[in-house]
């Protein structure tokens, strides 16, 4: 397989919040730049192997409904000998237990979640093999709360960690902290008012439930930034904020007509943002 791309060194599942211990129902869950690497400290690896695990979803948080988790394994050997890299994947396995839990919920060889599991016969002194995976097709995660996701292998272990929200929550969550809004389907939201598949369609299907946790985003002027080559040149042309995306969805929602919400600039969807504004105070009244 292909060396990772640096790129993707980038985009590690981060690992558990800034104490590593786990919140208290009555807490609200870290942001995802409040999720640090803290327990990467306590990795147990050996000096001249490295480890880097990634995430597809480039956020360390899953739906309890629809639990998407793609990730990557990437090993660097740093030696001056040849590692066999079956003996490195074939040995390794996946846990994962709710944190501070001392039961594992999940427990198995690292290949039985990997689609074909095909590796190379092993690995060259500087040469980085990966693997990647679906951990939802393999893990269960059945009540809200943070995980520990473990890698275990014959040169030691890395954990990082997952926090499993329902699906409501899931979707608030990304909305509020997401790093790049790529997967919310809502930047080509322009002239033509598309909305693609994403997370955008998975909040508006949710329907009135939204509601009033979308119109407290009506104010929160963040830039939704999207990445990408044309995904990103749409998403400067149009610059839109979280009170855009609410706006948006709220419309799509309520079976709104507001065509000032397509517009190019902050300055032009404000006034649609007001008519959006207004039917809600219609509806729930003014806050």
Known sequence: MKALPTIFLTLLLLTVGCNGEEPSPTEEFPTAAEITAELEAANDFAP???????????????SLEDPELYLGFSFTNSTDEAIGANELWGSSRLTLRLAHAPDYLLNIPLMEMMDDGEISDGLSPGEQETMVGDVALVATFEEKGLYHLGWETPFGQSIFGIIAL????????????????????????GEDGVV??????????????????????????????????????????YAHRVCDYAAIMIARIARLEVPELRGRSAVARQPGIEVVREWCDQLYGPE
């Open 166 to 189: 329902p699906e409501m929550e899931y979707l608030l969550y990304r909305l509020d902290s997401d790093p790049a809004y790529n997967s919310w389907g809502l930047y080509m939201y």
């Open 196 to 237: 693609m598949n994403g997370l955008g369609r998975r909040t508006i299907d949710l329907g009135e439930a939204m509601l009033p946790d979308l119109i407290e985003r009506l104010d929160d002027e963040r830039e939704c930034f999207i990445e990408g080559s044309e995904e990103a040149t749409i998403g400067s042309m």
């Open 48 to 62: 001249d192997h490295r480890i880097s695990p990634w995430n597809w979803t480039q956020s360390p948080v899953v």
